[in-house]
């Protein structure tokens, strides 16, 4: 079975291969012929348009390799976990994570050789450009690739065969590759939008300074935290889907186990992601503020409330996992009875959150509420409120979290009242000093109420960080209590599914926001975008691309889960072909 597995990817691997050159030849058929002039800016891509087309694939590229990058990086860590505990569960379960690279990595080649060939031809004055900016980093780009893919095969073919040392070594070179990778495109992505290293005219004056533009490094963090969440989701709804067709307990046990473990990543990467945003958010404002106003205050302010819901579903989903999971544990009822009160106070943050600033309104309405501000709603649309919601939204978070890990365990520490107490006391002001800030910078110019996001945001990490400091000195040797893996309710697998789809599709928005911010310019205030899509995308038009886009993509992931699971079926003679 194994054999005809690795005979399948490599057919694959070829026929992904045809596929991009027969659309590259039928598209120099359809476009390339039509307008062979050596000063052709735009070429028209049938039915669709050039910009769907090229957004369509660049999403489709961006999401598979978000999944190549974050799974090994855990898969990496529950290696080496599995290394130094000696327990050969990790080691599967890494395993079980990996078999799902390789065909994904063949459609992340498969989709950015679209893209590439897409963007040369529909967009050719546009690409010109950007080589002539950024061709120093073509071929470490390109070496880095073959790289990747070694690494990739080696790791994945070379389990169990080489010693853990040099295959930790291969999943470690895998990582740094694939991040590397990251970093060069991340310069051409952000380069169109903060550019750097060029005159007024578009000269280049220094590559390196075009690389290191404003927004290049805060989207670097937010990518790499955002990809850890999307690939730890979608790895859960891996293990959600085998857990559905599992037909035994220990099936069931284990995939419930993996489904934790995806999903533990996910919300731990969660956490601190709307921290990133905020850096890559002010980023902009200081690079150009006409930017910063269009994205918070102009076309794109209701999608932010879009956001907000979406962000609000998917602390809601990940805290009733959470909650469904305390069931696991004999002594879990202890924790449960705090859930109402999460569930109130998670509840209204996500409220707040989405409660817009202005509202679409009729003129008589305007007139009955004497503006275009509700009398009352409109205190909870600015960004006081907004950044207090979300911060108080993270510490419940992390709140529920904490008691899932102390279900079933009994600290045994002589100081342990005393390390509940100090626990207790730094969520508590940590909450303080938000509410703090957030009602205050009702009182403040918006110069000094911006500021005041930074000590909320940091109280909140400190919090979570000196918080889980304590925790683990307090529950070392703890007496525990078995965890019954398994034990799930159904409607928790289906949770995992929505969270890995909530996550994807908020991926592709966001990605609609970060390119929509430039409005009119392929690179903001250097090259306008004289094309007959030179116009923002209607927020329901880009919802519904990211719709389908995000259909598309899990068609895929479905395909690849099937895929994946018949290596681990039984041959004819009972025996299993799993390594």
């Known amino acids: 079975m194994m054999q005809w597995f690795a005979g399948g990817q490599r057919c694959l691997r070829v026929v992904s291969t045809l596929t991009a050159l027969i659309l590259f030849n039928a598209l120099l058929g359809n476009f390339a012929l039509a307008d062979t002039g050596p000063d052709v800016a735009y070429r028209a891509f049938p039915l669709v348009g050039s910009r769907v087309a090229v957004w369509v694939a660049a999403q489709l590229h961006l999401l598979f390799a978000a999944f190549v990058l974050a799974v090994p990086l855990f898969a990496l860590i529950i290696e080496f976990i599995g290394y130094k505990t000696g327990d050969k569960r990790y080691d599967k379960l890494a395993y079980e994570f990996v078999k799902l690279l390789s065909v994904s990595f063949s459609f992340t080649a498969s989709f950015g050789a679209a893209l590439t060939f897409l963007l040369i031809i529909l967009y050719p004055k546009f690409t010109t450009y950007l080589m002539y900016v950024f061709k120093p980093t073509f071929a470490p780009y390109v070496i880095l690739l073959f790289l990747e893919g070694i690494f990739l095969y080696s790791y994945y073919y070379g389990w169990g065969k080489f010693k853990p040392k040099t295959h930790l070594f291969l999943g470690l070179g895998l990582n740094l590759v694939g991040t590397s990778i990251m970093l060069i495109a991340n310069a051409w992505l952000t380069f169109m939008t903060s550019p750097g290293g060029i005159t007024e005219s578009g000269e280049l004056i220094s590559t390196w300074a075009a690389v290191k533009n404003y927004t290049w490094m805060p989207i670097n963090i937010h990518r790499i935290i955002a990809n850890v969440c999307f690939g730890g989701s979608v790895a859960a709804a891996y293990a959600a889907f085998k857990f559905l067709q599992a037909k035994t307990d220990e099936e069931r046990a284990h995939y419930d186990w993996m489904g934790y473990i995806g999903n533990f990543v996910a919300i731990i990467a969660f956490l601190p992601l709307p921290f990133a945003g905020y850096w890559l958010a002010k980023e902009i404002y200081a690079f150009n503020q006409t930017l910063g106003v269009t994205m918070m205050g102009g076309a794109f302010s209701w999608l932010f409330i879009i956001q907000a819901v979406m962000i609000g579903n ?97 600290a045994t520490v002589s100081w342990a009242k005393l390390g509940n107490l100090a626990q207790a006391l730094i969520m508590a002001t940590a909450a303080c000093i938000v509410l703090f800030f957030g009602i205050y910078g009702y009182f403040v110019e918006a110069a000094v109420r911006i500021k005041f996001s930074v000590p909320q945001v940091l109280s909140v990490l400190t919090a979570m960080i000196s918080v889980s400091a304590i925790d683990y000195f307090l529950f070392r040797g703890a007496r525990t209590k078995p965890i019954r893996w398994g034990n799930m309710p159904i409607i928790s697998q289906y949770t995992l599914f929505f969270l890995a789809v909530t996550f994807t599709w908020l991926m592709g928005l966001m990605g609609y926001v970060r390119s929509g911010l430039r409005l009119h310019w392929h690179v903001y205030g250097i090259m306008p975008d004289t094309s007959p899509d030179a116009f923002t995308p209607t927020l329901g038009f880009a919802t519904q691309v990211v719709s389908v886009t995000v259909l598309i993509f899990f068609c895929f992931i479905s395909f690849i889960f099937w895929l994946a699971s018949l290596s681990g079926k039984q041959n004819f003679d009972g025996s299993t072909a799993e390594h």
């Open 314 to 410: 998917l602390f809601l989903s990940a805290n009733f996992y959470l909650w469904l999971g305390m069931g696991r544990v004999e002594g879990g009822e202890k924790y449960q009875r705090y859930v109402k009160y999460l569930v109130v106070v998670i509840v209204t943050c996500i409220l707040i959150w989405a409660t817009p600033r202005s509202l679409i309104s009729t003129a008589k309405e305007m007139q009955l509420m004497g503006g275009a501000f509700h009398p009352m709603l409109g205190y909870l649309g600015v960004m006081s409120a907004k950044n207090t919601a979300v911060n108080i939204l993270i510490l419940s978070t992390f709140l529920s979290f904490l008691f899932y890990r102390r279900c079933g365990k009994e």
